[in-house]
């Protein structure tokens, strides 16, 4: 997700609703691995580790996934696949620092490139990052899922992030979604879409899907003729960043493990037919970002089967809609999103979305700071160079965005965050993300009684300290070095400290 140009959080792999690892940054604006002869050296005698599996199938694979997009070669750039508590496995042209161990493997693509560590990645203890940093290099990171296919599938949908950062030509903008993308006709017209878009799919080549194509394009031109340019923005910026990679995950493991492409256009119909409401709280989120993994994805084939050569024009920054649009064999009318209106229940889709809308509040970051009585505030002051990072899972409740720069997490199952000078974890707590103030980043965890400071009730501090500060409160830990305190401040309810990265004066 990217709330906005302010302080973007980079969401790694959230369509399979599995913990994110979030980069914040401020802006101005089984083997059994048995000991080899040489020190510092450990050689796979077998395969029944989980991790390992996926990396021999991707070093196998690596030669025909490089055809998914033209230039995308996520082997040769290597990743990181890991399971906490168990370690992590690494493959890469560049040897990495301790406590990262070389393995040797008869895999010839593994060969002089494979690595293992014993311990869990520092700050990632579950979820995905599309760099996590080794050295001076980043790699995407990969949680182990259940099965080689799932997990091959997650790598190269978060790869494919890493590779859009230096190929795709424009930045992601915010991601901020306003009130008006979201009432009942706009969310209507968003399932109409999906439900058109299942429909072409399934119907395969032919006069009936182009007919069905050229009437989701005319119900989206005509939802977007009606929305703001910020979320016109959004939505063709998410179906472009997310719903390609949603495409190139399942395309390349497909073809990495020689299995039937088929499965990838049923998979994405499947996507298209499933109830967002399972996806997320916020209305925003689950009617643009959710929704993107499999629109995108599903106007990605549909311009395969039309013989459209979108990719590179995709990466030039042509919105997905509008290559549609151009490859289309009829032109969208109003005809036909009468049709289809008629045709896939768009009335009762309406009906459904009133009767859901959800009451709006006049001030919801009240509200939510009314969930607990005591608040732990960290305040980072830095400059635009400071990139730490989170890693979280959002549980079942999501998060919310009332506005650019402020993220709402009402009952995180996990939250996790390094590399500031500190390390905080959360688990189970409301917790805010607030970049208003930007070059300021603010992390509030709404807590049920006073954190204390190393088991004690906190003092006023102003400046460093030696040694390392200890604050708890229920399911909450910080360790911060004091090296890197500015100040304490007490207020009724309220431990506000304020911190600088390391390096920063």
């Given at each position: 997700?990217?709330?906005?140009?302010?302080?973007?959080?980079?969401?790694?792999?959230?369509?399979?609703?599995?913990?994110?690892?979030v980069r914040v940054r401020i802006l101005t604006t089984a083997a059994f691995v048995i000991p080899a002869a040489g020190p510092g050296c450990a050689t796979v005698g077998s395969t029944n580790d989980d991790a390992l599996d996926v990396m021999v199938a991707a070093a196998r694979g690596a030669s025909a996934v490089d055809t998914v997009w033209p230039g995308y070669r996520p082997f040769d750039h290597g990743f990181i696949i890991f399971e906490p508590g168990s370690g992590a496995w690494l493959t890469t042209d560049e040897p990495p620092p301790a406590p990262w161990t070389a393995v040797h493997s008869a895999e010839p693509g593994?060969?002089?490139?494979?690595?293992?560590?014993?311990?869990?990645?520092?700050?990632?203890?579950?979820?995905?990052?599309?760099?996590?940093p080794i050295g001076e290099e980043g790699y995407p990171a990969v949680e182990i899922d259940p099965g080689t296919a799932g997990t091959l599938a997650t790598l190269y949908h978060e790869a494919f992030h890493t590779w859009q950062h230096s190929n795709f030509s424009d930045a992601p903008s915010g991601e901020f979604v306003p009130a008006s993308g979201t009432t009942p006709a706009a969310v209507a017209a968003i399932e109409l879409e999906r439900r058109i878009l299942a429909a072409a799919l399934g119907a395969g080549a032919g006069a009936r899907a182009d007919s069905l194509t050229a009437a989701f394009l005319a119900v989206r031109m005509q939802r977007l003729a009606e929305a703001s340019d910020t979320v016109r923005t959004v939505d063709r910026m998410l179906e472009r960043l997310e719903g390609t990679a949603n495409l190139v995950g399942y395309q390349a493991a497909a073809t990495a493990l020689g299995r039937d492409p088929e499965r990838v256009r049923t998979t994405i119909i499947a996507m298209l037919e499933a109830d967002l409401a399972d996806?997320?709280?916020?209305?925003?989120?689950?009617?643009?970002?959710?929704?993107?993994?499999?629109?995108g994805a599903a106007i990605g084939l549909l311009l395969d089967r039309l013989?459209?050569?979108?990719?590179?024009?995709?990466a030039a920054g042509t919105p997905l809609d509008s290559l549609l649009l151009r490859a289309a064999r009829i032109a969208p009318s109003p005809s036909l999103m009468a049709f289809a209106q008629d045709r896939f229940g768009y009335d009762d889709l309406l009906l459904d979305a009133r009767r859901d809308a959800p009451a709006v509040s006049a001030d919801p970051l009240a509200e939510f700071l009314a969930r607990a009585p005591h608040r732990l505030v960290i305040e980072i002051v830095a400059d635009s160079g400071f990139s730490p990072s989170m890693s979280f899972d959002p549980g079942s409740e999501g998060w919310t965005t009332p506005e650019p720069s402020l993220t709402l997490l009402t009952a995180p199952s996990r939250a996790s965050m390094t590399g500031a000078g500190f390390d905080l974890s959360v688990t189970n707590r409301p917790l805010i993300i607030d970049g208003r103030a930007a070059p300021l980043l603010r992390l509030v965890?709404?807590?049920?009684?006073?954190?204390?400071?190393?088991g004690t009730a906190p003092t006023a501090i102003t400046g460093p300290i030696d040694g390392t500060l200890r604050f708890t409160g229920k399911g909450t830990e910080l360790l911060l070095r004091g090296a890197n305190l500015l100040s304490i401040r007490l207020d009724p309810g309220v431990l506000t400290l304020r911190v600088r990265p390391p390096g920063e004066t």
């Open positions: 997700m990217m709330p906005d140009a302010a302080v973007a959080f980079q969401c790694r792999g959230e369509q399979r609703t599995r913990p994110a690892r593994l060969r002089d490139r494979l690595y293992h560590r014993s311990t869990d990645l520092p700050g990632l203890t579950g979820g995905i990052d599309t760099e996590y996806h997320a709280v916020d209305l925003a989120n689950r009617y643009y970002r959710w929704r993107a993994y499999g629109t013989g459209s050569d979108w990719r590179a024009q995709t965890v709404l807590l049920p009684e006073a954190a204390r400071v190393n």
